[in-house]
């Protein structure tokens, strides 16, 4: 199986960046790591591996991305606005550098974007606001607006709000979208979210997907037993949706 690390200074963080790539062709994902985990996780929990045979088939081609999480939505040294301004520089850099890469390595027209936990919102916030860039979105064991208090997670931004966070909020900027052409463009692309049936997220995962389906979005979600917010879970959870 083809893997390959790269790393190179990040013009939009100004730091440097570090991502790993799976095979060597195929449909495009772009995979974003869990809260405040690092771009080596997926293949440290043996998730890459139980997709090896797609991969060395050259069906299936993995971008495994690091996060700035923990200098931005985690970040309690700095204000909740510079929180968010920080993801923001960091959305750049996805767009304006990782998808650049990915496109001089992978001429396929077919890209998918997907994460578990935190990676989940970041799959689905940067595939609900850029309509139209990725085929298909999936989403297991994540929650939607990180401005809510769900159990004992609490909101990331401390009571601030401000058009950055709403914007950065798929709950919230997914009900007022009322041009015809972006939901259109929504409508074209495949939308799986996975949650489990006691994961502190199940109720907040309803209402999402039931927010996509009013605004004529389709989508299918999957209910697991038990928590299913754990590796194990998404060494399964790959294999089916992915």
Not at 19 to 35: E, Q
Request: hydrophobic share 35%; glycine share 6%.
């Amino acid at each position: 199986m083809n893997r390959e690390y790269h790393k190179w200074y990040s013009t939009m963080l100004q730091r440097d960046m570090e991502l790993l790539v799976f095979g060597h062709s195929g449909r495009v994902v772009l995979f974003f790591p869990t809260r405040m985990a690092r771009f080596y996780d997926y293949e440290n929990w043996g998730i890459i591996e139980v997709l090896r045979e797609q991969l060395e088939k050259g069906y299936l081609q993995i971008y495994c991305v690091d996060s700035v999480d923990s200098e931005s939505f985690y970040n309690q040294a700095v204000e909740p606005s510079k929180r968010i301004i920080r993801h923001m520089e960091y959305e750049r850099y996805i767009i304006d550098e990782v998808m650049p890469f990915i496109r001089k390595k992978n001429n396929t027209d077919f890209m998918e974007v997907a994460g578990c936990s935190m990676g989940a919102f970041h799959a689905a916030n940067i595939g609900l606001k850029h309509p139209g860039l990725f085929n298909k979105v999936i989403c297991m064991s994540g929650r939607y607006d990180l401005t809510r208090l769900i159990g004992d997670f609490k909101d990331l931004f401390d009571g601030y709000r401000d058009e950055n966070i709403y914007y950065n909020s798929p709950m919230q900027f997914i009900g007022n979208i009322h041009n015809t052409d972006i939901v259109d463009k929504l409508r074209s692309s495949e939308y799986i979210f996975a949650i489990g049936e006691t994961d502190p997220f199940v109720d907040n995962n309803h209402e999402f997907t039931q927010l996509l389906w009013e605004k004529g979005i389709p989508n299918n979600l999957y209910v697991w037993d038990n928590y299913a917010h754990k590796a194990r879970y998404w060494r399964q959870m790959v294999q089916l949706y992915l």
